[in-house]
Structures are given as structure tokens and as C-alpha cells.
């Protein structure tokens, strides 16, 4: 499988403090990739220097198969970005908006499949754009983004403002229109369900470091809450391999463990506690407790065990911070 976004150390400084920090990133083809992390932790800014509208202080992106400094325009116009908050112009109609569009992706417009998602969402062409709901708003810059038919597409925070019916139906039609055909997604989002939804794969950027790049079903089975139980305050904890952090609740000890196993339960177990267990999370509950821990010495997630014992700040092979 080939890869539809590929980073080589991508890095970028603002002033003294580096935001995006030597990004080895590898999104493949055919993928739904949701790319996370807290507020500051760089995705916007590896967002905008991957559309070219912030350039890198080192390293390279490419996009497609084409250096993005040397981006032919017929590969340019397979890709399209849907921005946070959906920018439009309000005084247009819709009907406005979509040859507006239009004029910057000829030969590539299917103007069926924009006229299907507008009609879909009940969404006329003589609607003034300032006059849609959010919902509206947010499906007709989805329909825009996908008329030219993109083999990429690339959305920041698109469900941002949306109440939960907008933002569902939002998401399933992206999936439908888009993935139906192979195509490739990178979706950022702060709305860990809906990335739990649709990402095929996740990546978890902390501090401008790529910590996660996995599969997302193995980063919820990787990160695991370990409850210790005792008669009295239970004692401090030795620590383990893959520890991300640990607390006392009352006479409860609990644990944030990557990748638990037989190492790990026979430190739990010298502990002797009344009882333990391993609670299983959802994505959101997973990233909360994985990003809580000390950003600088993050366990590392990735498809291969051996990422487990990578040193801090290297992500895969060749990564590093």
C-alpha cells in the first residue's frame, strides 16, 4: 500500500519554541487517519504546513507521491482541506458558493455529487449562505471539498460547533462519499468520539513529537487503567516498564500502563493488593490518561511490540525528537 501523506523531520519554530518537532508521518492510502492531540500539541501547524500555507523550518512533506514544494497542479487538485469553522463567504448563495468552487477545479467537478449532498440536507441553491445552520454550513463545505472528486482530503476540526445530530450525520456522509471510493482522510478533531467512529488509524501528537501511530483499536488495547485495591493506604508504587502514570484515590492505587502484561501484573502482584483489575477504555478515556503523563518520557504506541522499548520521542523506525 502506498502512502497518501508522507513527513521526513518535519519541524517548525515559533521564535524560540519548536511546535512541531522532526515529524516522521506516514498516512497510507485508503485510510481514515485521525490525528490528535491537546491544544498547542502542534496539529494545527503540521495541518497547515502539510496544505502549504505555513512553511517548514526543516524537513519535507509529500503529498500524493509529489514533493509539496514541487507539487504539480494536477496532483494539487486532488487534494482538498476543509478548515475549522468552515470559512465561506456569507453573502453568497449557495448556488454562488458552488461556481465560486468550481472555477478552481476545472475538469474535476462532479456537480452530480454536490447537487446529491445538497439535496440530502435539504440545502437550497438560493439559500444565503449566512442564513444556513451550522450543520447546513458544515455539509455544504464538506459538499464543496468533495465535488472535485479528491483522493485526499484533509479536515480540521470539521465537527466543531455541531450538536450531535449535525455532527453524525456529518460524519457518515463524509465516510460515505469519500471512503466508499478508497480515498484517503486525515481528520483532526477534539471530539474523541467521532474519531473513534471513523479513524481507521490514529496518530497522537505531544509537545510537537509524534508519540502514537497506530491502529486505533490497538491504542485502546494498548493503554490500560490498572485499579490496586487495599485494606489501608496502599504503598507507593515501584514502578514498570510502560508506566505512564500513577495515583492514590483513598485506599485505591491506580495505574496507567502501556502495553500490561506478565512484567507488569508481577509487580501488581508483589504488592499484594486485596484485589486488582485492568478496566478497559474508550478512546477518549485512553488519550485523557495516556496525555496526562509526563510529556517528555511518553511510552511510544506504534503497529510493532518493539515500539514499546523505543527511547522517548522516537516514533517507529528512524523517528526521533
Known amino acids: ?46 495541518i497547515k504546513m502539510l ?24 496532483a494539487r487538485a486532488r487534494v482538498a482541506y476543509l478548515a475549522e469553522g468552515h470559512p465561506l463567504y456569507g453573502w453568497m448563495t449557495v448556488g454562488e458558493a458552488s461556481r465560486f468552487a468550481r472555477a478552481f477545479c476545472p475538469g474535476r467537478w462532479d456537480q452530480g455529487l454536490l447537487d446529491r449532498v445538497l439535496d440530502h440536507f ?3 441553491a438560493r439559500a444565503k449562505v449566512r442564513r444556513l445552520s451550522n450543520g447546513q454550513r458544515a455539509s455544504l463545505s464538506l459538499a464543496l471539498a468533495i465535488a472535485p472528486d479528491p483522493d485526499l482530503l484533509v479536515l480540521d476540526d470539521p465537527t466543531l460547533g455541531l450538536d450531535t445530530v449535525a455532527r453524525r450525520d456529518f460524519l457518515a456522509s463524509m465516510i460515505h462519499l469519500v471512503q466508499r471510493k478508497g480515498r484517503t482522510i486525515l481528520f483532526s478533531s477534539h471530539i474523541l468520539a467521532d474519531v473513534e467512529r471513523v479513524a481507521d488509524r490514529i496518530g497522537i501528537l505531544v509537545e510537537g513529537v509524534l508519540r502514537v501511530d497506530c491502529p486505533t483499536d490497538r491504542f485502546k488495547e494498548g493503554v490500560s487503567r490498572v485499579v490496586l485495591e487495599f485494606p489501608a493506604r496502599p504503598p507507593a508504587f515501584p514502578g514498570c516498564a510502560g508506566l505512564v502514570q500513577a495515583w492514590e484515590v483513598g485506599h485505591r492505587l491506580e495505574l496507567v500502563v502501556v502495553d500490561f502484561g506478565a512484567e507488569q501484573q508481577k509487580v501488581v502482584e508483589s504488592l499484594s493488593p486485596m484485589s486488582w483489575d485492568v478496566a ?17 518520557s511518553l511510552p511510544v504506541l506504534g503497529d510493532g511490540d518493539d515500539l514499546a522499548d523505543a527511547p522517548a520521542g522516537a516514533v517507529g523506525k528512524g523517528g526521533d525528537a
Open 1 to 46: 500500500m502506498t502512502d497518501a501523506i508522507v513527513t521526513e523531520r518535519l519541524t517548525k519554530f515559533y521564535g524560540r519554541r519548536c511546535v512541531v518537532n522532526h515529524l516522521d508521518l506516514r498516512v497510507p492510502a485508503g485510510t481514515v487517519y485521525g490525528f490528535l492531540g491537546r491544544n498547542g500539541a502542534g496539529k494545527s501547524t503540521t
Open 51 to 74: 496544505m502549504g500555507m505555513v512553511r517548514p523550518d526543516r524537513g519535507r512533506v509529500e503529498l500524493l507521491g509529489h514533493d509539496l514544494a514541487a507539487l504539480p497542479g494536477e
Open 122 to 124: 435539504d440545502i437550497p
Open 280 to 296: 478497559s477504555m474508550n478512546l477518549e478515556d485512553a488519550f485523557v490518561d495516556y496525555t496526562r503523563g509526563p510529556r517528555r
